[in-house]
C-alpha cells in the first residue's frame, strides 16, 4: 500500500510525502520526501498545482 501527502512550496520546490507499508511488516512504513523545482515544470502545470495547493490549505483551514 502507499499514501502519498502534499507537504507544500517552499523556496521554489514543491514537496510530497511517500509512504509504503512494508510486505513483511504491517506496522513498518517507509517513507520518503520527493520535491519538484517549480522552473522545471510546464508553466500550465505550475499554475493548477499552485491553484490547488491553495484550494487544498483553504480547506484545511475550514475544519
Do not use: Q, T, V
Not at 25 to 49: Q, S, V
Amino acid at each position: 500500500m502507499h499514501l502519498s501527502e502534499y507537504l507544500g512550496e517552499k523556496d521554489g520546490r514543491f514537496y510530497l510525502r511517500r509512504k509504503s507499508m512494508s510486505l513483511l511488516n504491517k506496522n513498518k512504513w517507509n517513507e520518503e520526501i520527493w520535491y519538484a523545482i517549480a522552473e522545471d515544470l510546464e508553466p500550465a502545470f505550475l499554475k493548477k498545482l499552485r491553484r490547488e495547493a491553495k484550494a487544498w490549505e483553504e480547506l484545511k483551514s475550514d475544519r
